[in-house]
């Protein structure tokens, strides 16, 4: 019979509007184990917790996940993510020192475009000059070895 004490703390959590971990997870698009994660780098409050130690979330818990799947699907890094949470939760910050974190994003996002076109631009020339059939000589893998091509 003990098994369903956690249940029916469940549903007494549910019915304070708080969300199970899988059930947050699900609102946010974010994994349980990212969830745990987050948690364990303060990016969101320690879950409160039920007598049989199950993690509850709240709906204002499942909004910052949220922030944080967004921020990261723009690039950012976690500990840019932990100053912006801190700005948002700011009701007295400077939108400038937000708009100069997104500014220097932005700046990091095109060096690294530039490094990407950079390598795809010496890929493609080094795939260009094989031949691609059935001889063993290869300018891409003479390239990766440091070796000379036999072209």
Known sequence: MPASK????????????????????????ITPKMIRHYEALELIPKAART?????????????TLRFIRRARGLGFAMDEIGTLLGLWRNQRRASEQVKRLA?????????????????????????????????????????????????
């Open 6 to 29: 956690p249940r029916a703390e469940f549903s007494q959590a549910k019915d304070q509007g708080l969300y199970s971990i899988g059930k947050a997870a699900e609102l946010s698009g």
């Open 51 to 63: 007598v049989g130690d199950y993690r509850v979330y709240s709906a204002a818990d499942v909004h």
């Open 103 to 151: 500014l220097k994003h932005v700046a990091d996002l095109d060096t690294k475009i530039a490094e990407l076109q950079s390598m795809r631009a010496a890929l493609a020339e080094l795939a260009h000059h094989c031949h691609g059939d059935s001889r063993p000589d290869c300018p891409i893998l003479a390239d990766l070895a440091g070796l000379p091509s036999a072209e």
